[in-house]
Structures are given as C-alpha cells and as structure tokens.
C-alpha cells in the first residue's frame, strides 16, 4: 500500500526551527515530484515548496523563500522541510503529497497525500 507519513511538527517560538520529513513507502520514489502545503481552517490549501522527482529541482512560496528549504534523500524514501526563522504566520497544517510527474505545481491532481502535521508559531 502507497502511504506518505509526515512528521516533525510541533510548537516552537517565533524565530525557531523545525524540520518536517515526510516518509514514502509502497512506490517508486524517485519517479515522483514531491510538494509541501499548508492549511489553515476555511482557507485553500497553499504550496509552500516543491522538489523535482529526480534531480532536486526546487521551488518555494514567495512567503517562505530564504526562511525554508526542501530537500529529498532517495535512498531513503524521505523529503525533508527545513523551517527556519519561523514566524506566527507560518502556523498551520502541513501535509506532503506525491504525484508521479517530474514536476508539480498546485495542490491538485496529487497521487498520494501525508495526514498531516500541526505547526504552532507562538508570538
């Protein structure tokens, strides 16, 4: 069975750090393009970051550039989000997700969805 399990999330002051992982099994991992979303209630889910499927290729949200940075380990199986200098604004549901393409861009059409993290920025 395919599964993506995220993890790292937490509370932490503003201007800490966090890494969030996210763990794929029952696929092939390398042939998919891996991204990070947020949400908060009763707003869309935003991309945060995006990492190509084979080469490291990356994109980030204008609101997280220089603060966060991802990465994958393909021997592993594992994408990593590293979040520094975090701010109260970055406290949300971050979910990873999968889709079999070198590249995504958006939240829809993704194969295989994380349940999910809490991060809490307090003030």
């Known amino acids: 069975e395919a599964q993506l399990v995220d993890s790292g999330g937490g509370l932490v002051q503003a201007g800490g750090s966090l890494r969030l992982s996210c763990a794929a099994s029952g696929f092939t991992f390398d042939h998919f393009a891996i991204g990070w979303f947020r949400q908060v209630p009763g707003k869309e889910p935003e991309g945060v970051s995006s990492?190509?499927?084979?080469?490291?290729?990356?994109d980030y949200a204008d609101s997280v550039k220089g603060r966060f940075t991802i990465s994958r380990d393909n021997a592993k199986n594992t994408v990593y989000l590293q979040m520094n200098s975090l701010k109260p604004e970055d406290t949300a549901d971050y979910y990873c997700?999968?889709?079999?393409?070198?590249?995504?861009?958006?939240?829809?059409?993704?194969?295989?969805w994380g349940k999910g993290i809490l991060v809490t920025v307090s003030s």
């Open positions: 990492i190509s499927s084979s080469d490291g290729i990356t």
């Open positions: 997700a999968a889709r079999e393409t070198y590249w995504v861009n958006g939240y829809l059409g993704m194969d295989y």
